[in-house]
T-cell receptor, first 112, second 109 residues
């Protein structure tokens, strides 16, 4: 158990819909990362937050947004969903900005 | 965009053999990390090597780093069927953590 909690574990929705994925980092970790992993592919970096502030942006689509709340949990919002958005979405946390990452078990999104 | 690039993409070996995976990156780093992922699960951290280190060991794992060639290798000795997984390197080239496409290792019993 990494200590990082992601909900929901599975989500099935239709094209055009909007979903919110939630991440609770390990206790004491200030940094939260979001990654997207399509079937059997590598991890695409989406966005990073550090202590409530956006710190780095990767290949995050304009239809996607995220935030980190004062209690350090984070949410990833995906809107106007397309079939190609079907993927595993991982959250990871770390104490420092670029230290060892602790991963949640992911949220599997299926867009039909 | 991804940063570290692993090679080979896939590797199949017999139990007891050694497995070597390589990772290359583009610019300068402070640290490079290796992670393991069992199918569909979250990644698990294996080892971190800093830019001023050349080699690091952890159990059956040996990691080397050559900053002049901008490359790293992960050696798993005396492999076991349970080592079957995907292995990823991650670098902090952009002051964030980005991963390569991974090497899928299959260890046959």
């Amino acid at each position: 158990d990494s200590g990082v909690t992601q909900t929901p574990k599975h989500l099935i929705t239709a094209t055009g819909q909007r979903v919110t994925l939630r991440c609770s980092p390990r206790s004491g970790d200030l940094s939260v990362y979001w990654y997207q992993q399509s079937l059997d592919q590598g991890l695409q970096f989406l966005i990073q937050y550090y202590n409530g502030e956006e710190r780095a942006k990767g290949n995050i689509l304009e239809r996607f947004s995220a935030q980190q709340f004062p209690d350090l949990h984070s949410e990833l919002n995906l809107s106007s969903l397309e079939l190609g958005d079907s993927a595993l979405y991982f959250c990871a946390s770390s104490i420092h900005s670029t230290g060892e990452l602790f991963f949640g078990e992911g949220s599997r999104l299926t867009v039909l | 965009s991804q940063q570290g690039e692993e090679d080979p993409q896939a590797l199949s070996i017999q139990e007891g053999e050694n497995a070597t995976m390589n990772c290359s990156y583009k610019t300068s780093i402070n640290n490079l990390q290796w992670y393991r992922q069992n199918s569909g699960r979250g990644l698990v951290h294996l080892i971190l090597i800093r830019s001023n280190e050349r080699e690091k060991h952890s159990g059956r794992l040996r990691v080397t780093l050559d900053t002049s060639k901008k490359s790293s290798s992960l050696l798993i000795t005396a492999s076991r069927a349970a080592d079957t997984a995907s292995y990823f390197c991650a670098t902090d080239e952009n002051n964030d953590m980005r991963f390569g496409a991974g090497t899928r290792l299959t260890v046959k019993p």
